[in-house]
């Protein structure tokens, strides 16, 4: 029997809905390529809306995707690795801990002015001997310890440490320690092949201020001289006897029964034309306090010591009158007598000024160099095997 068309076609288009049921029901899912640079986990799936995300110029959308079958969210990209900012050593280098055995005859410095003085950071100076098994370096002035060698030969060391002979005399007014063999690893010296060079002073680079701000002090003495350690043998002695006959001479210090006060010292070295800086014994590099003082005061310093081609590794040729460059003391002090009468001439003495400046060295200089020295070279072994032989030549 057949069923009436009507029914025939209410049935198919039932059919028809029921199947596209059954097709949207078991639909599969598009799969895609992970989103680049983010991390998806296995069967991790997008749905259409989230694959026309990716299509777009702002890829970052795909985060914001409510559509993504399973809420894991994308472990986000590693950041770029940055260049590290450099560091200069003085700034990130350790501390470094330096103890003063002794305080060079008993005359205390500064512990805590490398940095101000120096640009030297992060060192320590102490005298406190309770932190010797701490202390990086250790600070031995000779004329100090001379006495005493026997008892340092036997105080036992950390393996890592360093022991520094220090010492600034000349060789002619310095002990020879016993047993000096093998106790120490560096020497800081004036002596410009000690490892740690600290000479008495330095000739610099003037600043704005300081080539403007120079003037020649007043003068109302000719030729000075301040001196206490005085012995006929002294070569310095024989030479100022014949010189004094020729020029006068203003004369202070325990010799010349004139005691000179610490104020008084400066004052009456930048009162004088001309100081005689001479030393007390000659020896390469010896060049002292009595050359430095006289140039930072004004005056013109007249030099016995090593020859000219030495100092004048350190000072402008013109700042200082050298003896060896007169026959005899009589032709040196006609000289300066006429340079006494001739100021131009004199003032030539003073043209480095313009560009240079004299500073004085200070004692903590060899603790605060010593620091410095240990920071560039500090992984380095060193024992000096006889510094007695060395410091003696």
Known sequence: MMLPSKHILIACILLLCFGAMI??????????????DAKWTTHDVCTEACLDILTKENQAQILNCSTVEKSVQPTAPAPAPQQKKHVPMSDRAPDILILVWLWPFGER??????????????????????????ADAVLFHVRDIFNDMENLRKLPRPPEQRWVWMNSES???????????????LTSNYKRDADIWVPYGRVMKATEEERTSFKIPQKDKLVCWIVSHWEDKLWRVGYFNEFSQ??????????FGRKVSGDDYFKIISSCKFYLSFENSIYKDYITEKVYNPLTLGTVPVVIGPPRSNYEEYLPAHSFIH?????????????????DKNQALY???????????????????????????????????????????????
């Open 323 to 339: 003896i060896n460059d007169f026959s005899t003391p009589k032709e040196l002090a006609d000289y300066l007598i006429h340079l």
């Open 171 to 185: 060789p002619g007014w310095t002990p020879k320690l016993a047993g000096g063999e093998d106790l120490f690893n």
């Open 246 to 255: 020729h020029i006068k001479v203003e004369g202070y210090g325990q010799h």
């Open 109 to 134: 410095f500064s512990m805590d002015s490398c940095e101000a003085l120096y640009n030297i950071k992060n060192c320590h100076i102490t005298e406190d001997r309770g932190q010797y098994d701490k």
């Open 23 to 36: 097709y949207v029901y078991y639909k599969q899912p598009m799969n895609i390529l992970p989103y680049p």
């Open 347 to 393: 003032e030539e003495h003073f043209h480095w000024r313009k560009y240079f400046v004299a500073k004085l060295g200070l004692a903590e200089e060899h603790a605060c160099r010593t620091c410095e020295y240990l920071r560039s070279n500090g992984m380095n072994y060193r024992v000096f095997k006889d510094v007695n032989a060395w410091y003696s030549d």
